[in-house]
T-cell receptor, first 113, second 114 residues
Framework: DQQVKQNSPSLSVQEGRISILNCDYT??????FLWYKKYPAEGPTFLIS???IKDKNEDGRFTVFLNKSAKHLSLHIVPSQPGDSAVYFC????????????WGLGTSLAVNP | DVKVTQSSRYLVKRTGEKVFLECVQD?????MFWYRQDPGLGLRLIYF???????EKGDIPEGYSVSREKKERFSLILESASTNQTSMYLC?????????????FGNGTRLTVT
């Protein structure tokens, strides 16, 4: 059973608009979360992380929001650009340790010019 | 920039063959990982190494072994390849094991076992 769920396999947005990618998790003990981005024919690359002591972390156009009570996090990309078209993976790091990452299945984002 | 290089992009092997997947990183990272990625199952950790000759089993180590004789090189070995090991294999490295020490991935090896 998936412990980290990305319920939308795909998402399409217009260039310049906001992209919102969602992730739900099952275990309230999870307290470190990460987003990775993957282009075709490449490995995933780290995007942004958040620990549960925060509810928001921002890096340029990318912001991650964490709602612990709902066991939900989201990645906002504003404004979206065609180069953001990729698969986005949500993951949680058990015990704050990157040896034990639990990954979602990914959401494929298409940003249309 | 960290570079993680996987020696083959595509590999086709026969059932029962011994298969070596090679991975080299150029940033003196202590930690290296082997994952496989399958549709509907996502990324799953096969093995992890935290130092030369040191290894830990991941979530799905059965049918695999690893070798780390030098810090920069981490090999995944399929002792007797089977069709259920057809998959995309991803190698990664990281500086520390902290959650905010990013994993740097190679571009993957797509292995087909026939």
């Amino acid at each position: 059973d998936q412990q980290v769920k990305q319920n939308s396999p795909s998402l399409s947005v217009q260039e310049g608009r906001i992209s919102i990618l969602n992730c739900d998790y099952t275990n309230s003990m999870f307290d470190y979360f990460l987003w990775y981005k993957k282009y075709p024919a490449e490995g995933p690359t780290f995007l942004i992380s958040i620990s549960s002591i925060k509810d928001k972390n921002e890096d340029g156009r990318f912001t991650v929001f964490l709602n612990k009570s709902a066991k939900h996090l989201s990645l906002h990309i504003v404004p979206s650009q065609p180069g953001d078209s990729a698969v986005y993976f949500c993951a949680t790091a058990l015990a704050g340790n990157n040896r034990k990452l639990i990954w979602g299945l990914g959401t494929s984002l298409a940003v249309n010019p | 920039d960290v570079k993680v290089t996987q020696s083959s992009r595509y590999l086709v092997k026969r059932t029962g063959e011994k298969v070596f997947l090679e991975c080299v990183q150029d940033m003196d990272h202590e930690n290296m990982f082997w994952y496989r990625q399958d549709p509907g199952l996502g990324l799953r950790l096969i093995y992890f190494s935290y130092d030369v000759k040191m290894k830990e089993k991941g979530d799905i180590p059965e049918g695999y072994s690893v070798s780390r004789e030098k810090k920069e090189r981490f090999s995944l070995i399929l002792e007797s390849a089977s069709t259920n090991q057809t998959s995309m294999y991803l190698c990664a490295s990281s500086l520390t094991v902290s959650y905010n020490s990013p994993l740097h991935f190679g571009n993957g090896t797509r292995l087909t076992v026939t």
